[in-house]
């Protein structure tokens, strides 16, 4: 499929209230489908994200609006800054990754994420990392298709696997 061609790319200025208002409602439906946990973003969520993220310098997001559509936000990346001790240099995780239920399958993510590896670059990254649900089959085949793949360090030892315990 050709990429579309009327979708407009953007960093995400935590300061504007047009960029917040799609970033938190992209960030909404994806939390409300099951890939997302089913749940919408909270009250506390909605209201407080814009000045948590404007606090965190390490935080960084990208945007994407079909034009055609009179710049309807369609797309978004959530990324970290995090620190390889190993490399002794960045590392970007890229933490959430939404495309609009009526745009998927025109390779926004890919472009998207295009996007954010030469911000990470820019940043002097070492790598990217990201972690996806194993039923979520689409976003795997994106993710592999565009050069990511399971974290080993030695073969014998397996790949990592992400865990999480909440506080």
């Not at 995780?93 to 993510?109: K, L």
Request: charged residues 20%; hydrophobic residues 45%.
């Amino acid at each position: 499929m050709t990429p579309n061609v009327s979708l407009r790319l953007c960093r995400v200025e935590y300061t504007d209230p047009v960029h917040m208002r799609a970033l938190i409602d992209l960030l909404d439906a994806y939390a409300s489908e099951s890939e997302g946990g089913a749940e919408p973003l909270s009250d506390f969520t909605k209201s407080n994200l814009a000045s948590a993220l404007q606090s965190r310098p390490f935080m960084f997001s990208v945007l994407a609006f079909d034009e055609a559509q009179g710049g309807l936000p369609v797309g978004l990346v959530n990324c970290v800054e995090g620190f390889s001790t190993f490399a002794c240099r960045p590392l970007v995780n890229i933490h959430d990754v939404v495309v609009a239920s009526t745009h998927r399958g025109q390779r926004i993510g890919e472009q998207m994420l295009a996007l954010v590896e030469q911000l990470a670059r820019d940043r002097g990254a070492c790598k990217l990392t990201l972690e996806v649900l194993s039923g979520n089959a689409p976003a795997a085949r994106l993710y592999r298709r565009i050069g990511f793949d399971n974290y080993q360090l030695e073969p014998s030892m397996g790949h990592a696997l992400f865990m999480q315990k909440w506080l």
